[in-house]
C-alpha cells in the first residue's frame, strides 16, 4: 500500500502564489516511478476535478486549461514526491488539492491540502 500526504496549502490572497508537495509513502512506495501522477482539486460543494498530470519520468504534462499558464507540475521520483507550483492564483482556485494516480486513482486518497485565495 501508499499513503500520500499533501502540504502546502494556505491562506493567500489573490495574485499570490503557493507551492504544495505530495508525499509518498509505505510498502509498495517503489511502484512510485511507475505511474504518472496527477494533482485534483475539490472546491465546496463541486465534484473533485482534474488540474494537471506528469508523466513517469517528468518529461511530459497536462493541464486544465483553468490553470494553464499559472500552474506548473514536477515530480521528483528519488523522494517520492510530486510538487504543484502555483502562481497568479484566484479566488477560483480555493478548494481542497489531492495528489494521486493517472489516469486512474490507484492509491487511497490523502487528507488534501486546503488552498484559500482571498479577493
Known amino acids: 500500500q501508499v499513503q500520500l500526504a499533501e502540504s502546502g496549502g494556505g491562506l493567500v490572497q489573490a495574485g499570490g502564489s503557493l507551492r504544495l508537495s505530495c508525499a509518498a509513502s509505505?510498502?509498495?512506495?517503489?511502484?512510485?516511478?511507475?505511474?504518472?501522477m496527477g494533482w485534483f482539486r475539490q472546491a465546496p460543494g463541486k465534484e473533485r476535478e482534474f488540474v494537471a498530470s506528469?508523466?513517469?519520468?517528468?518529461?511530459?504534462?497536462m493541464y486544465a486549461d483553468s490553470v494553464k499558464g499559472r500552474f506548473t507540475i514536477s515530480r521528483d521520483n528519488a523522494e517520492k514526491t510530486v510538487y504543484l507550483q502555483m502562481h497568479s492564483l484566484k479566488p477560483e482556485d480555493t478548494a481542497v488539492y489531492y495528489c494521486?494516480?493517472?489516469?486512474?486513482?490507484?492509491?487511497?486518497w490523502g487528507q488534501g491540502t486546503p488552498v484559500t485565495v482571498s479577493s
Open positions: 494521486n494516480t493517472r489516469p486512474r486513482p490507484v492509491w487511497s
Open positions: 506528469v508523466s513517469r519520468g517528468g518529461d511530459n504534462t
Open positions: 509505505g510498502r509498495t512506495v517503489s511502484t512510485f516511478r511507475t505511474y504518472a
